[in-house]
């Protein structure tokens, strides 16, 4: 318990050396003086809070709010000293504010928690004691056995120690880890692959020596040493050897590992950034005025006290005759007088720190996130799946986004790929009905057959359907399994039950497109492989595999023929190809390949080369040399491959489209309108990424494509980038796009942040490539911290863009076909990457002008609110005398004026959302928090002090030279000159809204007139009972007698005027002399465009009074057919006619 207790806090951290040892199946040695290491728990922790650290840690976060620390100050003052108001004033409001928000986060949070348990409390199997136990994943300890079958996913980070598989290898998907579906093979050490029974693994006697835990997905460095015969056989480990947590078994019956990495120190969670609390740019500006007025709030309470104290200077009002002090009061020390009279002054004015503020942007932010969820343009029929929100307190921030950091594969595309086109010996085909078509000819076969293909383009097929590492599934799940003959299918098993699985989607693409053509690759078998051409069965000899690189760019394999030829079969990008052929037609092929990819298809091209029998046993002697390497094993491996892929005869080439997300490309074009710079950050290669960003308009065929690749010095960098900086001035006209891979990046962040982020910020575009994880959180954080400070959006569907979405302002995860662990941290979830246009451009834009009109409407009506009473005191002599009666003082921001404020900040549209789609510019008014600029914050504090004076100068002015406004001649007193003042202000604040409020509904009308309608009914109930539990009841028939005077009618309607009529003026004058883009958009509206979507999600009433309000004459039909309103709830639509 202790050691869990100094882990927790951080004293005592799980490991300390460099390396690690892990003991299969916990077998440590019973000799010597061996001390186990210490190693984590399995428990993935995702969560914020425990039940432990939940009170005080909350607590913390919400004192940190200027506001909740203030009023919790004021309430320790009215608890402490004598001051004019009860405790109770700042005591209730800050309780509520401080029990909501913590209500709010803590069920944040315990979804968190209930998600992690269960992950945590997932069964899985494990080798114990000679037998397979069930147990639950966070009891999984480091050097267990574990057993995952098909389809489950690895519960920690394993090493591959055996499959059902004969030659030890699986098949895994990574969708959850890096968006990719295709399958990846994994492969066991040969001494460990025959274990295949629990008995034998508990025999096996091994031992793993690796690194320390690290966040690169990509790199793993150990060792295993097997003892077998008292001999110990010493096998190096790599990535290729360890099964990621997250990731899933496929197409492979069951496979035993041993845990090297566990909990929150597998690769999966060291890629994950600590959960923080996220705040918004309005609440930052929050605070700074909150600070502004705690000064304003300080000067005036020490102004007061000085005044109190020049006045008191004269013995006359020092101690009036009708107020003699207590000796107690004469003989008390000045000093503590002095503070005891500055903080009563500080309680009477408290009132300008609007506490209330926080609920109402609380109750705004948690209703108003319903609405995202509501809508049904962000809803996904085909997976039934609608937008989710995980954080309300961002909503704001979604229309504040400048930079928009979007993952590639999952996110803009449905990483489903589809073969177009080929290029064979300078001739392009497409596919036409399972048969290749020359270009410009029709498909008048009959018969589908495609057995007149030429030898060039059997060829060119043949080695499409051999040269990859495609794996097979058939129907039956058993028919590879144990000593199954691969190729039953030739005994009566149709290869048409098969499905494939690859590493590559390319590979997986072209072999299904040689399979509907003729040419089907059928199955593999240790080193045989097998392909049925036009049904006849080929059986090819594996003899190498030359694998894929970064730096190569292609892949190769050695094959021996039926005929018992030596042939190579390679493929790869056109610049990794073509430099080393020597026959076929190059040139045409090159031209081809080109086309393709102005298409944007992805491409590849395919080549070939026959050895003679001489030359066969040298590049065997070479390869064999070079795989057996202990020194320089790689260098001396590239040196081999070189010296075989060349002298290539060219076969053709091959295009594949990646198909993209419906809408990609007008989202992104949308978000470039709006001023929003798009980078797409992706662990895909080069090529691919580019292909991408062609096809979905991120880049522009116009553009001109910067490079900053390959780069391996930080000089070398240093000095690309100046490159780059000086071709973007010389060529300032022309749009400018960035590609910059993963290694580059990481020198240029290294040494040269600021000249990156130069030519980053000059480019339209930027795209990176070969992204590790936490690189693109580093990325994000680079564009977060510099010195514009611009809002970031993430937005991703795989574990890999987890750190991403949590380092940027606003994450956004995809709702992918696997994986939730980005949906789960992320701050909103869509299904689709075309939802984000709406999210932003219209959710993003109506969420920060309510905000931000709400925020600056409650400082203006706290300062129209408080002034008066500070005025008030230079007429009673600086006594600490209340204005306002006390219930007055409490229900103004609790009742009084409220709702009005809550009702506007959750319904207001300035412009129709239609409107925002089709005009994505009018994003720009508001970026930047423009409507919380200084410069509007000093506007409407100015107001606030202008209306205050009018009001309690109004009202003297009526009232100081006569106050006999009865018609009997009696006097009006001070609490019936505080209910004056009172009740202009709360109608003049309560109308100053109804005329910032654009978009009316019945809400907007029944709590605007409703509120003043209250206020008068209260009053007069309030004043007119002597209510018995009250000590003292000063109010008592005050308002009735106000009421009862005209005098009093026509003051409150003259001043309410006065103070209104110059905003209804300047509002008039700058609509039509300067008139905003809004403002113009507000126009445009009510032309607007009428198509089958426009008014399809408006409630029927409504839609038809719209369609009522149009002249129709200005109306240009979309479509004939009639327009269909659609209701909530599946249910069907109502037809109001045709247009």
């Not at 040892?21 to 061996?34: D, I, K, L, M």
């Not at 050895?611 to 320089?632: C, G, I, K, N």
């Not at 109308?991 to 605007?1008: G, I, Q, R, Y």
Request: neutral net charge.
């Amino acid at each position: 318990m202790l050691r869990w207790i100094r882990q927790q806090l951080g004293f005592d951290p799980p490991h300390q050396s460099e390396t690690r040892t892990v003991y299969v199946a916990n077998r440590f040695p019973q000799h010597g003086h061996y001390i186990p290491q210490r190693f984590a728990d399995n428990r993935i922790i995702s969560s914020k809070y425990t039940i432990w650290n939940f009170v005080p840690k909350n607590l913390f976060e919400q004192f940190r709010r200027i506001a909740n620390f203030y009023f919790l100050i004021i309430f320790l003052v009215q608890l402490m000293i004598d001051t004019p108001t009860s405790p109770i004033t700042s005591g209730l409001p800050l309780f509520f504010v401080i029990t909501v928000t913590a209500i709010k986060q803590g069920y944040e949070d315990w979804l968190r928690h209930k998600a992690d348990n269960e992950v945590n409390g997932a069964p899985v199997f494990v080798v114990r004691s000679g037998s397979l136990v069930q147990t639950r994943s966070k009891n999984i300890r480091v050097g267990d056995i574990v057993r995952v079958a098909k389809d489950e996913t690895f519960p920690a980070d394993l090493a591959l120690l055996s499959s059902d598989r004969a030659d030890g290898t699986c098949h895994i998907t990574t969708a959850s880890l890096d968006g990719e579906t295709n399958l990846k093979t994994h492969f066991s050490v040969p001494e460990t692959s025959v274990c295949q029974s629990v008995s034998q693994l508990e025999a096996l006697l091994a031992v793993v020596e690796c690194q320390q835990p690290e966040a690169d997905l990509y790199r793993f460095v150990g060792r295993i040493t097997v003892t077998q015969h008292e001999e110990e056989i010493v096998r190096p480990l790599g990535p290729e050897n360890l099964l990621l947590r997250g990731a899933r078994l496929k197409n492979t019956k069951e496979i035993f590992g041993v845990a090297i990495y566990t909990g929150m120190e597998s690769k999966m969670a060291l890629n994950y950034k600590c959960k923080s609390q996220k705040r918004s740019a309005v609440e930052k500006s929050m605070n700074t005025f909150l600070i502004i007025y705690l000064v304003i709030l300080l000067f005036e309470a020490i102004l007061s006290t000085i005044l109190k104290y020049a006045w008191q200077a004269e013995d006359k009002w020092d101690e009036p005759f009708y107020n003699q002090k207590t000796e107690l009061e004469r003989n008390s020390s000045p000093i503590l007088k002095f503070i005891s009279d500055f903080l009563a002054f500080l309680v009477l004015y408290n009132f300008i720190i609007p506490i209330s503020l926080y609920v109402t942007v609380e109750m705004q932010k948690f209703l108003g996130s319903f609405f995202i969820g509501w809508d049904l343009d962000l809803y996904h029929e085909e997976s039934d799946q609608k937008a989710q929100v995980n954080t309300s307190d961002l909503n704001e921030e979604l229309g504040q986004v400048e930079y928009v950091f979007t993952d590639k594969t999952g996110t803009l595309t449905e990483n489903e790929m589809q073969f177009r086109e080929c290029s064979v010996n300078g001739t392009k085909y497409r596919e036409v009905n399972g048969k290749l078509v020359p270009e410009g000819m029709t498909d008048d076969s009959p018969d589908g057959s495609t057995a007149h293909l030429m030898g060039e383009e059997l060829l060119f097929l043949k080695a499409v359907s051999l040269c990859h590492t495609v794996q097979i599934s058939y129907d039956q799940p058993d028919c590879l399994v144990g000593g199954g003959d691969p190729f039953s299918h030739a005994n009566g098993f149709s290869s048409n039950h098969m499905e494939y699985y690859a590493s590559s989607p390319d590979e997986k693409a072209l072999v299904e497109a040689t399979k509907r053509i003729g040419v089907a690759f059928t199955g593999s078998n240790g080193d045989t492989m097998e392909i049925k051409t036009f049904g006849k069965f080929e059986k090819y000899k594996l003899l190498h595999v030359l694998e894929f690189d970064a730096d190569r760019r292609r892949m190769s394999v050695i094959l021996q023929t039926p005929s018992g030829g030596k042939v190579l079969f390679t493929k790869g990008a056109e610049s990794a190809i073509l430099p080393f052929t020597t026959s076929g037609e190059i040139e045409k092929t090159r031209l081809h390949v080109d086309e393709f990819a102005l298409k944007g298809l992805r491409t590849l091209v395919v080549a070939c080369r026959h050895f003679s029998p001489e030359e066969y046993m040298d590049v065997d002697r070479r390869l064999t040399a070079a795989r057996t390497a202990l020194q320089q094993r790689e260098e001396r491996l590239h040196e081999a491959f070189d010296y075989i892929e060349r002298d290539l005869q060219l076969l053709g080439a091959t295009g594949v489209e990646d198909k993209l997300q419906d809408k990609v490309q007008e989202t992104i074009e949308a978000l470039r309108l709006a001023g929003i710079k798009v980078w797409v950050l992706t662990g895909d290669k080069h090529e691919t990424a580019v292909s991408v960003s062609l096809s979905c308009g991120h880049f522009h065929r116009t553009m001109n494509i910067l490079e900053l690749l390959q780069q391996c010095s930080d000089n070398e960098c240093a000095e690309q980038l100046r490159r780059l900086a000086r071709r973007i001035k010389e060529d300032h006209v022309i749009q400018h796009g960035l590609v910059v891979d993963g290694a580059s990046l990481s020198l240029a962040l290294r040494e040269h942040e600021k000249l990156f982020m130069e030519v980053c910020k000059n480019c339209s575009a930027v795209l990176c490539c070969r992204m590790a994880p936490l690189q693109k959180a580093k990325v994000v954080r680079l564009l977060k911290t510099s010195p514009e400070k611009p809002i970031t959006l993430a937005i991703g569907d795989g574990a890999n863009d987890v750190s991403m979405i949590q380092e940027a302002h606003v994450g956004i995860g995809i709702m992918g076909k696997e994986g939730r662990q980005a949906v789960r941290n992320s701050d909103y979830a869509i299904a689709r990457f075309k939802f984000l246009a709406k999210l932003l451009l219209v959710h993003g834009h109506f969420y920060y002008i309510r905000i931000a009109t709400l925020v600056q409407y409650f400082f203006y009506k706290n300062v129209c609110f408080i002034t008066p009473q500070f005025l008030y005191q230079f007429f009673c002599l600086f006594s600490q005398q209340t204005l306002y009666d006390s219930v007055y003082l409490t229900l103004y921001n609790i009742c009084f004026t409220s709702l009005p404020i809550l009702v506007y900040s959750l319904f207001e549209q300035l412009v129709h959302p239609h409107v925002l789609q089709s005009k994505p510019g009018l994003y720009r008014d508001i970026s930047k928090n423009s409507l919380l600029s200084f410069r509007t914050f000093l506007y409407w504090t100015l107001l606030g002090f202008c209306h205050a004076f009018v009001f309690f100068f109004g009202s003297y002015i009526l009232m100081g030279e006569d106050t006999t406004l009865m018609g009997n001649g009696q006097m009006f007193g001070n609490w019936t000159f505080g209910t004056l003042v009172f009740t202009v202000m709360v109608i003049t604040v309560t109308l100053k809204l109804a005329l910032e409020t654009h978009f009316w509904t019945w809400m907007n009308h029944f709590v605007t007139w409703g509120s003043i309608a209250f206020y008068f009914i209260f009053s007069l109930f309030y004043g007119g009972i002597i209510w018995p539990f009250l000590h003292t009841q000063d109010m008592y028939f005050v308002f009735v007698q106000l009421l009862s005077s005209g005098s009093a009618w026509f003051a409150i309607i003259i001043i309410v005027i006065t103070c209104l009529f110059p905003d209804v003026v300047k509002k008039v004058l700058y609509r039509h002399l300067q008139p905003t883009s809004t403002q113009k958009s507000q126009m445009y509206s009510n032309r607007v465009v009428i198509g089958d979507d426009f008014i399809a999600l408006q409630p029927l009433s409504r839609a038809k009074s719209q369609l009522g309000k149009i002249r129709w004459k200005r109306v240009r039909v979309q479509s004939a057919q009639n327009m269909t309103l659609l209701k909530p709830s599946g249910a069907q639509g109502r037809t109001i006619g045709t247009c």
